[in-house]
């Protein structure tokens, strides 16, 4: 299944909400959430992975997934991260994180900070391949399910993009609304 990586817009919201509410469950975000994280831009950038948007494939499942981050130097924050089920085992958070990455490279951060249930293996385990180590754990963070919530952080490096002098203000790459 191919799929392509596109900026957010406000028109995603309903399908985003309505995997966001199949996904976390309790934990989920509201619509009123997520419009307010689009208003933040250019401090947060948004995107969604599309199904078979350029090879006109046919598919029951054409959002297959998002993400999101929060950029305040010398941080970033991985707000969201989230692939459908239908769609996961195919590479699509691996993408999703590339991208989060490299928007954070861009925004000048040194390091990419992320919040994870203790409870979800193949997210952690996602985020260890991707070079994220815990750095502490917040206790009965997720409510109402009282589940730990595992902070880690990824330096970044050149290699991931990152600028060898910092400038004032790096922009992220973010469409129009």
Do not use: C
């Amino acid at each position: 299944m191919t799929a392509r990586l596109r900026p957010m817009r406000w028109q995603d919201i309903d399908a985003v909400d309505d995997l966001e509410r199949r996904l976390f469950g309790t934990d989920a975000w509201s619509p009123a959430s997520w419009w307010s994280e689009l208003a933040a831009r250019p401090h947060t950038a948004y995107a969604v992975l599309e199904a078979g948007a350029d090879r006109g494939e046919v598919t029951d499942v054409p959002l297959l997934g998002y993400a999101g981050l929060a950029r305040s130097r010398p941080l970033a924050d991985v707000m969201t991260i989230a692939v459908h089920p239908q769609a996961q085992g195919g590479g699509h958070g691996r993408q999703l994180m590339r991208w989060l990455i490299e928007q954070a490279a861009l925004a000048g951060a040194e390091a990419l900070m992320l919040e994870v249930r203790a409870d979800n293996a193949a997210a952690r385990a996602l985020y260890e391949a991707k070079g994220f180590g815990q750095i502490s754990v917040r206790r009965r963070y997720y409510q109402p399910d009282g589940v730990d919530a595992l902070v880690m952080r990824r330096r970044l490096t050149p290699a991931d993009g990152v600028p060898t002098t910092r400038p004032a203000a790096a922009p992220l790459a973010q469409a129009a609304p």
